[in-house]
């Protein structure tokens, strides 16, 4: 069930009017049957090995809590960890294979009923799987307690706004909230609500309207050259963030109007001065994961500078690969681990008082041209991660400044290449425009909240045209799916 469907906005409409009309002490199972209704409309078997998850982590989690010694603890969390691991491994070497005979499938209209290849990729398996295993660490180091009632533990890995594609729960946030009685609050539903809105503007009119170009030109690119790759590079950058951020925003105001926060997960990346900063204002809830779990576990920067450099490359590697074990979400993510090494050399960490607090100012120094070159830096990294092929990133790059010495020649290329007419050009160019402002402004305050308090007169207008715009110019047809479903 897409949250861009209208299967799920009857769903949603249902799910809220019965939410508020069962009683307290049963919302909290009315949302997990709501949860798994969800998730098996994308396949009944999905819901099989989303249960079998909640099972194992919860069992373990009390065993990890009750063992009598650090060894059989050990025991326990790897017992929970070990498989879950090894089904992403399968699920990520062998995806390219599976999704090949898939294509198969549907080539050779084959019944494969009742259970299709399909069900081997089910979708959000990664982000509850790290928010089983993040609850397992967690427990094993003392910093949460097991839930013992497993109705709301299974809640909180199954929690239908979060489950296809994050923000990726910590249970120390979420758990408390499921317990609690959430009444009816017209100004949390109404936050709730405008945050969705601008989420579905974000996806409809802005992400999947640059898909078409970027699509075109990404899954053909012998057929391009020059400055088109440059501009279709930058509207990849946008793409991805406007379809993730989204969805974010999609979820965290669909909790909302069930009374739960969710944690944010995106805080204008793009107005980042440095790759560092970046990554803390990007899927903030994957980055952190690893930085908890993979990252410090292995010494963080607690060590030697080249053990420190080793660590960000080992992270951002497994980043990669989470994403696809193609080589370009390798490179992608080695060039981001590299970018960060990089920085560390440039903002060194050192004993010395005086090093050590120029070099913190110095970090603290904003110019104008980092922000800039950072965006360009993340540009060149997004090449790999949309290239469908390494050959493809390659063939990209050394053509991105093809016939660059005619600059006339090289406008119009690029011009024919992206078959945008004017009023295209134009309509893409001001949604970036409301996007950048947004964004700018929310790096100082809470957008919806501060516009909330403006005069009808002037807020309703805005809301009206906001939904006019996703109706009018949204793309026609079948729901697409967000990007990072297949992750």
């Not at 249960?51 to 017992?79: G, M, N, R």
């Not at 809640?155 to 317990?179: C, H």
């Not at 993510?333 to 960490?349: A, N």
């Not at 010495?405 to 119009?412: A, E, G, H, V």
Request: glycine share 6%.
């Amino acid at each position: 069930m897409l949250f861009n469907s209208i299967t799920f906005g009857i769903f949603i409409i249902a799910v809220f009017i019965l939410y508020y009309l069962v009683p307290n002490k049963y919302r909290w199972s009315f949302l997990l049957l709501a949860s798994y209704v969800f998730y098996m409309n994308l396949h009944i078997g999905y819901g099989i090995l989303l249960f079998a998850t909640t099972v194992l982590t919860y069992t373990l989690a009390l065993k990890i809590e009750k063992a009598d010694s650090a060894q059989q603890k050990k025991y326990c969390l790897l017992s929970g960890i070990l498989p879950l691991v090894l089904i992403l491994l399968i699920y990520k070497l062998g995806s390219p294979v599976i999704n090949q005979l898939n294509s198969l499938i549907d080539t050779r209209r084959l019944s494969m009923q009742p259970i299709t290849l399909r069900i081997l990729l089910p979708a959000g398996i990664s982000f509850y799987f790290f928010q089983s295993m993040g609850y397992l660490i967690d427990v094993y180091r003392g910093k949460i307690s097991a839930e013992k009632h497993f109705g709301y533990y299974a809640l909180f890995v199954s929690f239908f706004p979060q489950l296809l594609a994050g923000p990726i729960g910590r249970a120390d946030s979420l758990l408390p909230q499921y317990k609690k009685e959430h009444p009816f609050q017209y100004d949390k539903v109404t936050y709730g609500l405008k945050l969705m809105a601008w989420g579905y503007f974000k996806k409809l009119v802005i992400a999947d309207v640059f898909a078409q170009t970027v699509d075109r030109l990404y899954n053909n690119v012998h057929s391009y050259v020059g400055l088109a790759f440059i501009v279709v590079t930058i509207m990849f950058a946008i793409e991805i963030y406007c379809d993730f951020s989204g969805y974010s925003d999609i979820a965290i105001g669909c909790a909302k109007l069930f009374g739960i926060d969710l944690m944010a997960n995106f805080k204008s990346p793009y107005f980042s001065f440095s790759i560092k900063e970046f990554w803390s204002r990007w899927h903030i809830s994957l980055s952190t994961w690893f930085r908890d779990y993979v990252y410090i576990p292995l010494g963080g920067n607690r060590v030697s500078k080249w053990r420190h450099c080793l660590n960000l490359m080992i992270t951002f590697l497994v980043s990669g690969f989470w994403h696809g074990s193609s080589m370009t979400y390798l490179m992608w993510g080695g060039l981001h681990g590299l970018l960060q090494i990089i920085e560390t050399f440039l903002y060194p960490r050192t004993k010395d008082v005086k090093t050590a607090n120029r070099s913190e100012r110095f970090q603290k120094r904003r110019h104008w041209w980092q922000l800039p070159l950072t965006f360009i830096l993340l540009c060149f990294t997004w090449i790999f991660f949309r290239a469908n092929t390494l050959s493809d990133a390659v063939w990209v790059i050394s053509r991105l400044f093809w016939d660059a010495s005619r600059p006339l020649n090289y406008l119009q290329t690029a011009v024919v290449c992206l078959e945008l007419s004017p009023i295209a050009a134009i309509g893409m160019t001001l949604s970036v425009v409301l996007l950048g402002v947004y964004d700018y402004a929310a790096l100082k305050c809470d957008v919806i909240a501060t516009f909330s308090k403006q005069k009808c007169f002037v807020r309703w207008p805005v809301y009206i045209l906001l939904l006019a715009t996703i109706a009018l110019f949204a793309p026609k047809g079948v729901a697409t799916e967000f990007i990072y479903f297949q992750f």
